[in-house]
């Protein structure tokens, strides 16, 4: 019986191993377009700490039924709250931000001036633009390569923002 619980174990805890690596597919996606958010860092512990909340009572309910989950360690003396904490927390960044993203009618649009353009980065380039927000403080936005090509300090854009469906503000270009 004890052989069977720790093979059983030992395939949950491969399951949230694999799961944990690619939960990075899920940060990749909250993580682009980021730069546009007014609060990301916010943002992104919220979604964390959602996904370890979220973790944490899976968690409680797999050592309810599981016998031994809350004692089972791998061979790298990992247990099971780990690998399912970090994939949650992963996954929820990217959740979240395509939740947060997807349509709304919530959104104030309006023309700015770009007072600069910039990059940073050498082999992997990232590409940013300063505008003045309401406050008259500059806020660095990222709309790629294309865009910084396309315009120069000067430049009206025509940006919204968009509070999104979780209640986070961001920029969106629109023509």
């Given at each position: 019986?004890?052989?069977?619980?720790?093979?059983?174990?030992?395939?949950?805890?491969?399951?949230?191993?694999?799961?944990?690596?690619?939960?990075?597919?899920?940060?990749?996606?909250?993580?682009?377009?980021?730069?546009?958010?007014?609060?990301?860092?916010?943002?992104?512990?919220?979604?964390?700490?959602?996904?370890?909340?979220?973790?944490?009572?899976?968690?409680?309910?797999?050592?309810?039924?599981?016998?031994?989950?809350?004692?089972?360690?791998?061979?790298?003396?990992?247990?099971?709250?780990?690998?399912?904490?970090?994939?949650?927390?992963?996954?929820?960044?990217?959740?979240?931000?395509?939740?947060?993203?997807?349509?709304?009618?919530?959104?104030?649009?309006?023309?700015?001036?770009?007072?600069?353009?910039?990059?940073?980065?050498?082999?992997?380039?990232?590409?940013?633009?300063?505008?003045?927000?309401?406050?008259?403080?500059?806020?660095?936005?990222?709309?790629?390569?294309?865009?910084?090509?396309?315009?120069?300090?000067?430049?009206k854009i025509n940006?919204?923002?968009?509070?999104?469906r979780l209640g986070?503000?961001?920029?969106?270009?629109?023509?």
């Amino acid at each position: 019986m004890k052989q069977t619980n720790h093979k059983q174990l030992y395939i949950i805890n491969q399951i949230l191993s694999y799961y944990a690596i690619g939960s990075l597919i899920f940060l990749g996606i909250g993580l682009k377009g980021i730069d546009n958010y007014f609060n990301w860092v916010l943002f992104l512990m919220t979604m964390t700490a959602s996904g370890i909340m979220v973790g944490t009572v899976l968690y409680f309910f797999l050592c309810t039924y599981v016998p031994n989950a809350k004692t089972y360690k791998n061979q790298k003396g990992i247990g099971l709250f780990l690998p399912l904490a970090f994939a949650l927390s992963l996954t929820f960044c990217g959740l979240g931000s395509m939740i947060n993203e997807s349509p709304t009618q919530n959104k104030e649009c309006k023309e700015y001036i770009i007072q600069e353009l910039g990059e940073s980065g050498s082999s992997r380039k990232s590409y940013y633009v300063f505008i003045p927000n309401d406050n008259n403080e500059l806020e660095r936005l990222s709309f790629g390569k294309a865009f910084n090509k396309n315009h120069k300090a000067g430049d009206k854009i025509n940006l919204c923002i968009i509070k999104g469906r979780l209640g986070f503000k961001y920029y969106k270009q629109y023509s």
